[in-house]
Every structure is written in C-alpha cells, then in structure tokens.
C-alpha cells in the first residue's frame, strides 16, 4: 500500500517539475515521430439491404449459389500383399512421359485466390454512373461463384467403362495366381502401353471396358490360372485456353476429364465485362457449345458443361444487358438479361421473386435516357401490364415493402409485460390489453394515467385522463384509439431493494435492507454497536451519489489541466528559437501527456467526512445521523496504533503512534526532507477523512492515532499555467485519500 502511495505521490511531482532538462529526454522525444497525431480505423463495406420503407439499401444482397473446391489427392499407393510368399513377384513402376504436352497437375501459373470487382455496371469503371447509390453494395450474380480459384482435382477422378484412353494416362494393374505382378504403367506417347512381362499393346483410342479386356487376353497368353485387376491411376492433362473477358485469360493444363466450368473455375469465371449468359467453347475452328452459367447457378442443370479436348479454347464474350434488383426480393443482385428475360417479371423471377413482406401495388424503375439524364417511373406490380413493361440496359427495380398500417397502443408502467399491442380502433377496451400484458403486478397503483392524442385543423391535440382500474376491470370498458399511450402507476415510494452496508468492528456486520428515511443509528444498532476496540475516529463512511459528484469534478479539472499544459506547450514550442528549445519542449510535452493519462484512471472514493460518539445514543439527533441511501457503506476499523508520512521525504513509512507527540517528530524518523520537498505546505491527512495544515501559525500541530503526515513536492509552473497548481493540490490530496481509503478497508 505504501508503495502504491508513494508512487501517486511521486507521479504528480515530477509532472509538477516543469520542461526535463536530461539530454535523454531530447532524445526520446527526437525519436518519438507524430506525438500529436493520430489514425483512423479503415472503414469496411458492406452488401445492400432495404429498409421497410424501401428507402435505403444495405444488407447481404449476393446470391450464395454454392461453391466447391477440389483438395489435392496423394499419389495411388502401390499394391502390396504381405502375405505373398510365391517367388515369382515383379513389381513395375513407370515414370511419367517427360513431355510438356502432357505434362501432369494444374497450371503453376494459376494464384489462390481470384478478385472480382462488384460494381454494379461492368461498362462504367469510373465516372458517373446512376447506380452510384448502390455501388459497391449490390453484387453482380453469380461472382461468388467464380470468386475463388480452384484447383485441378481431377487427375485422380474415378473413370466409367466408357472413358477413351489416351498417352499420358496411368494404368494400374494388380495381377495375382501362380505369379504376381504389381505395375503402375503409362501409355507412352505413340499410344502403345508396355506390360510387364506380357509385352506390348495398343492403349490409346481404346475405352476403359475395352482396355481391361486387352490387357486381360495379354496375359492370358503366357498365363493360366489367375486374377487380374485393372485401373486408371493419375490421368493424363489437356491444354485448353480460355479467352475473350476472363479474370484469368490464359492456357491451362486441365485433366483430362474437365469440363467447361473446370476451366472457368480455375480461370476465375467472366471479368468485369465478361459475360455470364453466353460462354462458347470453340473445337477446330468452329464453336460445338454454347454455355449459360444461369442454368446451373439458378436451375442446377449443367446440359452445357460439356467435357473438354486437347485444344479447346473457352471464349468468353462482351457482357449483355444489366439489371438490378433491388429491395423485397429474395436475391437482390445485378443480373445479366437475356432477350426474353427484358421485362419486370421476368427481372423479378432472376431474382428469386417477391420476399413474404415485398408490397404488390408498387415498383420503382430508375432508368438513364440516351446517356442525357435519369429518370424514374412507378407502377403497380400486380398488374399484367406492369410484369411485361420492358426493361433496358442499366435499370434499376426497386422493391418496397408492405406500408404500416397497423392499430397500435403502448402499455407502461406496472403490467407484467409492458409494450405496443395492436387493435381494433373502437373494438378493443383497455381491460383486453392490460389481460394480453399478463395482468397488473402487484406493486400496481389503483390508478392509471390515458394519453391520446387527436387530429384537429390546428394540429395535434394531446389529453390526458385519470383512469380507475379497478373500475375498467370490473366491468367499466374503455375503449382505446389508434396511438394510446396508458400508464399504470407503482404505489408510492415503491423500493423493494434498497440496502445499505455496515463491515469491520461491529457484532454483526453485513447488508442489511432499509426503508426510506432511515438513519444511520438505526443501522449501527440493528448490527449490535460497536466493538470493544472499534476505532471510531477512522469511521469511513461511502456514499456512490457523493462518488459520482467527486468524479464528475476529478474529471472535469483533468480536463482543464490537460488544456492548460497543451497552451503551454503550444506557446513554448512556437516562441522556440534553437532546435534544443524545441526538442525539450517536445519531450515535455510527452511527459506530461503521460502523466495526464494516468490522472484520467483516478476514481473517486465518495467519501463522506462524519465524526461517530461511542455512545450509540449520542449519534441519535446529531448532525451525523444521517438518513440512509441505497448502497450507503459505513466500515469501522480496528486501531491502527501508526500515523504514516508520505512524500518528498527520505524514507516514507508508517510509524508507531506516540501519544503527544508533533508531526515534525515522525519527519525527523523518516529522514526529514528531500531537497525537491516543500515544507511549507505540508498537510496532515486525519483518519477521520478532515484536512489540516500540519502548522497552526507557527507551531507543529501534535498528531493522532492514524494520521498521514503529506508532503508534497515544490510546484514548479511557466506563467501561463495559472489554474494547475491549484488543480494539481487538489488532485494530489484525492490520490492520498484514495490511498488512505483503500489502506482501511485492505488493513
């Protein structure tokens, strides 16, 4: 505790000693960059939502149509039977052909990650666009899709009977009988595939049903009597080139049981001005297929992702017509519009339709003419007419949602739920809604309190009416209006938890529960009086109003400290003349922000000064029977038998008490005075919680039984600095008086 005193003590003293005059606090201050500056946090995005109202867009408006990744697979293990014993047993395994060609695994080329721009339209990078509202909020649909590259995981994907094998594949065999045989063997580049032992035989061209046979009859030939098992392993890789508006244009080795949307995965779908409806895949110089990624986002129908060849190359061409939905439907997004789909309806049905709250009687389309200026159109999206009203490139639909119109009243006060209920203007009574909030509590008052408010020429009229409930619950009905505001009373003075804690030497301490207007007496009598060796002069009393009072003043002479000490700052560095003026200035200037920051975290104690009798009778009519507060603290200590001196003193400690005898005996026992001290303003702290100067003229006032004798340092302020020594006098004092306080209750 001690310890924590002195270095309060010490804190305020060297904040109190003006600029450093240490060549390390150039220094430090040299290489301390931007000690008035300071940054912000970057501010994130977020996807477009829409309000109830249909006034503001914000929320999660990408489609989440589903995205897969391939993990990469280990090699095939060899086939191995521990409990062979035959003799006859090759094992064969084969590299890879080393050819570019068909070289095996996805491009080294390709990243991790693809980013797609959300831009709401694909053609207008920069400038002005009428989608500058929704920019970067709405997503194209479909670029979460393609959003992350993957990887080529196919090169170990099963295969069917019908599969056309070609060089670069792996065949796996596992034969076992009267001989063993265990090889992993690749179709070399003229097509042919060497087995061991069986020869040579023609592989390329042939189906997988087909080639088990062959490589079964292979070994039928100089074999009887054994089974025989054939696999693909590793398959061989394709070249494919993907071109026009992709992310990622370039070639990629693929296996060779990739599809269209393979490549585009791994190429990271259409670009900015890519588009999504109409993918060519281009063989021989002629396009076989035609790919609309719609099909498989929206309806999982994947009847143009056909398998790729050796060759391909994969056009993607300039993006089509754009529309966003925004608002009350289900998949907010921008979407790319094929011929039929150039409608409201059809616009709408992209977008998942209408949500359960989207209103039906109106929609907005906000629509650029001949690049000019914008406009806008409303209509009823019930109707026939408004589901085919064309749509153009670059519109904008707006969905609103169902206007209120609900009949509210709102319920207060003692009611077991209160809240807003709705109604039935001039059908529901006040009893149906006090019975639908659970019924009165029984803290409830017999009266409540009816606000309503009517419409007049002159504008809203407010009245207010007394109400019985015990006249509306029997059988008295009021009936309630659109906007009633009613309000049921508490009984009076209502305070079931009001309490108040009495601790240290006194026969039963603990919380107890008090009632309003009750004393301080009463409570130390309802804990048994004090103990035979209570020490009543050190009697703290907490109250938390009298602690948030002392806070809000601690807090508020901060602040205008910290005022004062950055003028002067300010001022010193501006009237500098030599760079050393300003780097001691500046150093200062650090110091004493830290010091600032750390007198910011004093909490105030709330404290209350009161002097207790031994006589408990004696407090009754005092001064000091003061009537009781929620959360109100008495703690009466043990006798300490010390006083304490802390401060700018030699040695600071605590002492044993000597009756009789004056302060400047215990400075003498802790050294006496630092040079840097001020005698002259030396305090005596009381245990009671009271203030003194130490002198009384000129003669040492003689100290008692749990005193702290304060010395504090010499105040050190440039002129312009007139209100700190006093706020600092004063800050100090409440740091010993923490100290103090928390001294008693931790004794």
């Given at each position: ?740 306080i928390d001294y008693v209750f931790n004794d």
């Amino acid at each position: 505790m001690l310890n924590r005193i002195a270095a309060a003590a010490l804190l305020l003293g060297l904040f109190l000693s003006g600029a450093p005059s240490h060549p390390a606090y150039a220094q430090a201050a040299a290489q301390a960059p931007g000690y008035f500056s300071g940054s912000g946090a970057d501010s994130g995005q977020g996807d477009i939502f829409v309000n109830q109202d249909g006034s503001g867009f914000g929320g999660n408006a990408d489609a989440d149509t589903g995205q897969g990744s391939g993990e990469p697979q280990q090699n095939f293990p060899e086939i191995t039977d521990q409990a062979s014993t035959e003799p006859d047993s090759t094992t064969v395994t084969e590299k890879a052909p080393d050819d570019d060609k068909h070289k095996l695994g996805p491009s080294p080329a390709l990243g991790t990650e693809v980013q797609t721009s959300p831009r709401l339209d694909p053609r207008e990078v920069t400038g002005s666009s009428m989608f500058n509202n929704l920019r970067e909020r709405l997503r194209r649909f479909g670029s979460d899709f393609f959003a992350r590259a993957r990887t080529d995981s196919l090169v170990l994907a099963p295969v069917g009977p019908n599969y056309v094998v070609a060089p670069g594949d792996e065949v796996r065999i596992n034969l076992w009988g009267y001989s063993e045989i265990r090889a992993s063997v690749y179709v070399d580049r003229d097509g042919t595939l060497n087995l061991p032992q069986a020869g040579t035989i023609t592989a390329a061209g042939l189906t997988f049903g087909q080639l088990e046979k062959a490589v079964e009859n292979a070994y039928r030939r100089i074999f009887t009597d054994f089974e025989i098992n054939v696999t693909m392993g590793r398959l061989h890789t394709i070249t494919v080139y993907v071109t026009g508006h992709a992310a990622r244009p370039g070639a990629y080795a693929v296996s060779s049981m990739a599809t269209l949307v393979d490549v585009l995965s791994q190429a990271g779908g259409p670009a900015l001005s890519g588009s999504m409806r109409a993918i060519e895949l281009k063989r021989g110089g002629r396009s076989i297929a035609r790919f609309d990624a719609y099909d498989i986002l929206l309806r999982g129908d994947r009847k143009g992702d056909v398998r790729l060849a050796d060759g391909d190359i994969v056009f993607i061409p300039t993006v089509g017509a754009l529309a966003a939905a925004a608002g009350n439907v289900k998949r907010p997004a921008i979407y790319e519009l094929t011929d039929k789909e150039k409608t409201v309806g059809g616009l709408i049905e992209l977008a998942g339709g209408l949500t359960s709250g989207a209103y039906k009687g109106r929609v907005q389309v906000v629509r650029v003419v001949d690049n000019s200026y914008r406009t806008a159109f409303e209509t009823d999206i019930a109707s026939p007419a408004a589901k085919n009203q064309p749509i153009f490139d670059g519109d904008l639909v707006k969905l609103f949602a169902v206007p209120g119109g609900a009949f509210t009243v709102r319920l207060a006060g003692a009611v077991v739920q209160p809240g807003v209920y709705a109604i039935v203007e001039g059908v529901t009574t006040l009893a149906d809604v006090i019975k639908r909030a659970g019924g009165l509590m029984y803290t409830a008052a017999d009266e409540g309190e009816l606000t309503r408010v009517t419409v007049s020429p002159e504008g809203p009229v407010t009245t207010r009416s007394m109400v019985r409930l015990g006249d509306i619950m029997n059988g008295n009905p009021i009936t309630l209006r659109r906007d009633d505001y009613f309000f049921v009373r508490t009984v009076p003075d209502w305070n079931i938890y009001r309490s108040a804690t009495i601790t240290g030497r006194v026969l039963y301490p603990g919380s107890y529960a008090v009632k309003r207007g009750e004393r301080l007496s009463s409570l130390i009598e309802r804990a048994g009086g004090f103990a035979q060796d209570a020490f009543l002069r050190g009697a703290v009393f907490i109250r938390e109003s009298i602690r948030a009072e002392q806070q809000k003043n601690i807090d508020e002479m901060v602040a205008k400290l910290e005022r004062e000490v950055m003028a002067a700052a300010n001022q010193a560095i501006s009237t500098a003349v030599k760079q050393q003026d300003v780097t001691f200035a500046q150093a200062s200037v650090t110091q004493k922000e830290k010091y600032i920051d750390t007198l910011k975290n004093l909490k105030a104690s709330g404290r209350l000064v009161i002097s207790l009798p031994k006589d408990i009778k004696l407090i009754k009519g005092s001064a000091y029977d003061i009537e009781l507060q929620e959360g109100d603290r008495l703690h009466i200590p043990d006798r300490p038998g010390t006083v304490q001196v802390i401060g700018s003193v030699l040695t600071p400690s605590a002492f044993v008490y000597r009756a009789g005898s004056p302060f400047t005996e215990y400075i003498k026992q802790a050294g006496g005075y630092n040079p840097t001290a001020n005698p002259k303003r030396t305090y005596i702290l009381k245990a009671d919680g009271s203030t003194v100067r130490a002198f009384s003229g000129n003669k040492p006032r003689t100290l008692e039984e749990g005193d702290f004798v304060v010395v504090p340092e010499k105040l050190t302020f440039t002129p312009s600095l007139r209100n700190a020594t006093d706020i600092v006098d004063i800050l100090y004092k409440m740091v010993v008086g923490v100290a103090a306080i928390d001294y008693v209750f931790n004794d």
